[in-house]
């Protein structure tokens, strides 16, 4: 799958309590990465690992991506919220996959 995210994209992110269902299957989200708790890294939500407590991640680049697969499900503690909107660089503007606005409130 070709990356849905190239670096210099700038993001706006929907930091969201925790509610059930949250956050959705399929969303992007923003998570603190498990090795380097001062780093932030940007994954997709690709399932849901123990009693409703963390989530797996991937990314869209499977092949070098450092998600589930390499440090195990992520807390939902630390996921920080969901990215739904690109607004730089101007020429890819838009909503991301997934989020268009009348699928804001499934989020």
Do not use: C, Q
């Amino acid at each position: 799958m070709a990356p849905t995210l190239l670096p210099g994209d700038r993001l706006l992110v929907d930091p969201r309590p925790d509610g059930p269902g949250w956050p959705p299957l399929g969303a992007i989200v923003v998570v603190r990465d498990p090795e380097h708790t001062d780093r932030r890294l940007i994954k997709r939500v690709s399932g849901r690992a123990g009693p409703a407590g963390a989530v797996t991640v991937a990314g869209d680049a499977a092949g070098p991506s450092r998600d589930s697969r390499a440090f195990g499900p992520v807390p939902l503690a630390a996921v920080l919220g969901v990215a739904w909107f690109r607004y730089l660089p101007r020429d890819r503007r838009g909503y991301l996959e997934g989020t268009a606005s009348n699928d804001l409130a499934k989020l």
